[in-house]
C-alpha cells in the first residue's frame, strides 16, 4: 500500500484543517489506518486511529480527544483527519499509516497507537500552529 497525505499548513490558534491520505496499491477495507505525529528529537507519537472488527472503532490520544476526528472513505481509499481547535503544541509533521492486523477488539486501542503494528507510511506532512 502507498500511501500520500496532504493537507498541512500554517494557521493560527483555533483554526481548523483537515489532513487526508490516500492509499493506493494493494489496498483492502479490512486494514486499519492511523495518524501520528512527531516533533524533532522526539519519538512519532500516536494520535488517532480507525479500525474495522466487528465493529468500526476509532480512537484518539486523549490531547485530541473532542478536537480531532479520523474519518475514512472506502470508496476513495481516503482517510481524514479533521482538526478543530488548534493548539500550538498540535505543531509536528503528521504522518499517516496503515496496518493489516487486526487485534480482538478490547485489545485494539493498544494495538493500533503502537507504531510497529503498522506496515505502510505516507510522507509527512507539516502543520504549524502560530499562536
Known amino acids: 500500500v502507498q500511501l500520500q497525505a496532504s493537507g498541512g499548513g500554517l494557521v493560527q490558534a483555533g483554526d481548523s484543517l483537515r489532513l487526508s491520505c490516500a492509499a493506493s496499491?494493494?489496498?483492502?477495507?479490512?486494514?486499519?489506518m492511523g495518524w501520528f505525529h512527531q516533533i524533532p528529537g522526539k519519538e512519532r507519537e500516536f494520535v488517532a486511529a480507525?479500525?474495522?472488527?466487528?465493529?468500526?472503532?476509532?480512537y484518539y490520544v486523549e490531547s485530541v480527544e473532542g478536537r480531532f476526528t479520523i474519518s475514512r472513505d472506502i470508496a476513495k481509499n481516503t482517510v481524514y483527519l479533521q482538526m478543530n481547535s488548534l493548539k500550538p503544541e498540535d505543531t509536528a509533521v503528521y504522518y499517516c499509516?496503515?496496518?493489516?492486523?487486526?487485534?480482538?477488539?478490547?485489545?485494539?486501542?493498544?494495538?493500533?497507537?503502537?507504531?510497529?503494528?503498522?506496515?505502510?507510511w505516507g510522507e509527512g506532512t507539516q502543520l504549524t500552529v502560530s499562536s
Open positions: 499509516a496503515a496496518g493489516t492486523g487486526r487485534p480482538i477488539l478490547s485489545q485494539a486501542r493498544n494495538y493500533v497507537s503502537q507504531t510497529r503494528n503498522y506496515n505502510s
Open positions: 496499491g494493494r489496498t483492502s477495507t479490512n486494514f486499519f
Open positions: 480507525s479500525i474495522r472488527l466487528s465493529v468500526v472503532r476509532q
